[in-house]
Nanobody
Framework: QVQLMESGGGLVQPGGSLRLSCAASGSIISKNVMGWYRQVPGKQRDFVASITTSGTTTYAGSVKGRFTISRDNANNTVYLQMNSLKPEDTAVYYC????????WGQGTQVTVSS
């Protein structure tokens, strides 16, 4: 069973940056559209960004211009570079196929606070 493992989260001050990574145990990343999603406790999970196998990207309006999704097919990894972070970006971030299906992984916590 292919597993996706998110990492790179942490505590950062407003205006700071973080780079999230999503590593796969198989070739799921190189063969699929991949997405990043985020969830605040008690709220629905929201779409953040996606990237096609050819590199076409799509972003939620709230992160456009600040976040950048990228992929490294050779290393089965998807990244999310997050700049100019705001407190409202605080959430657990997940990566998954786009559109998502099945169960979710543990995600990685991002906290933006001074």
């Amino acid at each position: 069973q292919v597993q996706l493992m998110e990492s790179g989260g942490g505590l950062v001050q407003p205006g700071g940056s973080l780079r999230l990574s999503c590593a796969a145990s198989g070739s799921i990343i190189s063969k699929n559209v991949m997405g990043w999603y985020r969830q605040v406790p008690g709220k629905q999970r929201d779409f953040v960004a996606s990237i096609t196998t050819s590199g076409t990207t799509t972003y939620a309006g709230s992160v456009k211009g600040r976040f950048t999704i990228s992929r490294d097919n050779a290393n089965n990894t998807v990244y999310l570079q997050m700049n100019s972070l705001k407190p409202e970006d605080t959430a657990v971030y997940y990566c998954k196929k786009f559109p998502p299906n099945g169960s979710w992984g543990q995600g990685t916590q991002v906290t933006v606070s001074s």
